[in-house]
Structures are given as C-alpha cells and as structure tokens.
C-alpha cells in the first residue's frame, strides 16, 4: 500500500509537473511588416507589443520586410506567422491570380487594418502633373516584393502608362525619399497611409507635390480592378500639399498563415480589436481597424479563429469569407 502510494504521489508530481511545462510554453509571433519609412513597421511593433503583454505565452516581434508581397510568401513558407499586406496583393495571393498564377497561398485573412493610398510625390519644377507626363523620367515605383510596386504596376498599366516609356526605379520608401532630396529620380510612388514618416521628412526640406489623378482614370483603375476605389487625399496632409488629391485607395489587411491553431488565432484577434486605442496612438488610421471593417473590407476569407471572435461579439460573417478546403 505504501509503495502505491508513492507511485501516486511521485505520478502526481510528473504531471504537476508537465502541466507546468506546458503553461511555460512560449509561442514566438513572426510579424511581416516592410521598411522603417512606412506605417507597417510601426503599426506591426504595436501589434507586436499587444500581443506579447496581453496574450499569455505570446511572445511577438515585428520585422523589417520588403512589405506586402514578401509577406505572402513568408507566411506561406511559415517563415513568419502573421503578415500586413495590402488587400490586392491577398486576393491575388489566395485566388493563384497575376504574380502568383497556379501557386495558391496558404493564408487567411484575421483583420482588416486601414486604406493604403497611392502616393505620386515630385518636387516642385519636376514638370509632372500627371502620371502621363512620366515618360521619360526616373521614377520610382517601390522596392521589389512590395505592395507600392505591385499596385503600382496595376494602376499604370490600367491608364494606358507601360512601365517601359519610362526609366523604372525600384526603391523602398526612405530610398525613394533620398532620391527625390537629392534629385536623382523625378518622381516616386508610395501606397500608405497619409502621414506617413518619409514622406512628412521630405516635405520639411523640399518643396513637395501630390500628383493627381482624374475622374476618368480613377474610374479606368476600379472598373479594371475591383478591389480599388477613388480617395481623395485630404489637403494639408503633407507641408506645401495645400489641395485635395484625388487618388487610388486599397485596403490593408492582416494575414495569417492558415495552418495556425484556432484557439491562438482567436487570442491573436481579440487582442487586436480590444487594444485598438494602443494603435491609434501609433497611427490614427487605426480607428478603422473595426469589426464591421473586418467582414466589409476582407479581399478573402478569414481564418476560423477570426471568425470566433467576430461571432461572439455579435457579428455576422458572410458565406464568401469563410474559408474553404484547399
């Protein structure tokens, strides 16, 4: 009778033990961001400190990528586990479409962020008053894998601009910036959040101008791709832009590789939706990372997890965005 109680004791003991093991599990989160010039890096170091502080057993870092196409294919290969990336480039990723025809990503969809804008900066003198006027000229579209460059590519070829009428740089946002300062590009392109730091740094030195696009090409780019949209950037949203610039917007969104495990995908989400207000101290565009926008604005489906915690607060989750076997 002793020795079997022992043996239940010493039992009792490993398992105590066990469980503590496994409580002490770290689970390490891989953000996707892009470069230091952008919003991304900033807004995914918010995202990371939530999760590491509010989310037991997290332990989450943001890392310097080169943005939304890159992302994709991290997280597909699981080389990061969560991902910023704009709204075209995930549904091209998820539908095996364009740049990623017959290779379907394995990703989901967890929250929709905020709208990227499209950017076209010159320095007062350039000539350029619209994007027509690039032949030519050295402009730069964005650093390769990133969004900028792919949207970039998408929008010029929908108002009638081949990247081969003009000399094409591919340069991330604080090189583009550098470019422009030093005047060795005459024109570059940035699709984020207005406010954004290489952009706000440039104008305290340069005269900067915001090239506008039309009515008639606003609508060429949305009626050739249906997940843009006409924005007008706000005058006064960079020093010297004192005139409203109609534009191109496209949503961004938080992927996740679509193999991860429910229960920590769901801890994931309710911790971005209920620190929210953390993040729009980081960027104010943040105030549109909602529920509603996360079933509004999500190019593809959302991962189980997601869809929990939408639906234990209450929100309807429409057939397109549940996922499906691949």
Known sequence: MRKATIILAL?????????????????????????????????????????????????????????????????????????????DVAYQAYQAEGSFQGKPQKILSMAAMYPNVLHVVTLKGSGIKNVTDFKGKKVSIGAPGSGTAFMAELVLKAVGVPLDSFDVRRLSF?????????????????VVAPGTSS???????????????????????????????????EAGAYRGVDQPAPTI??????????????????????????????LQKIHPYAKFSTLENAVSKSPIPLH?????YLKEKGVAVPDKLMPKAK
Do not use: C
Not at 19 to 29: D, E, M, P, R
Not at 268 to 273: N, S
């Open 11 to 87: 039992t009792a003991v490993l398992a105590l033990g066990m469980g503590a093991l496994a409580q002490a599990k770290t689970n390490f989160i891989s953000i996707g961001t892009g470069g230091t010039g952008g919003v991304y890096y900033p807004y995914g170091g918010g995202m990371a400190e939530i999760w590491s502080k509010f989310v037991p057993g997290v332990k989450a870092v943001a890392e310097v990528t080169g943005a939304s196409v890159e992302n994709v294919k991290l997280a597909h290969k699981g080389e990061t586990i969560i991902g910023l990336i704009m709204g």
């Open 174 to 190: 604080n090189e583009t910036a550098n470019a422009l300062r030093d005047r060795t590009i005459d024109a570059g392109i940035w």
């Open 199 to 233: 952009i706000m740094d440039l104008a305290t030195t340069h005269d900067i101008e915001m090239i506008p696009f039309t009515p008639e090409q606003q609508k060429k780019v949305t009626d050739a791709h249906g997940f843009y949209a006409p924005w007008t950037m």
């Open 249 to 278: 917007s496209v949503w961004n969104v938080v992927i996740v590789q679509s193999t991860q495990p429910e229960d920590l995908v769901y801890d994931l989400t309710k911790a971005f939706y209920e620190q929210n207000a953390y």
């Open 304 to 308: 189980p997890g997601a869809i929990k």
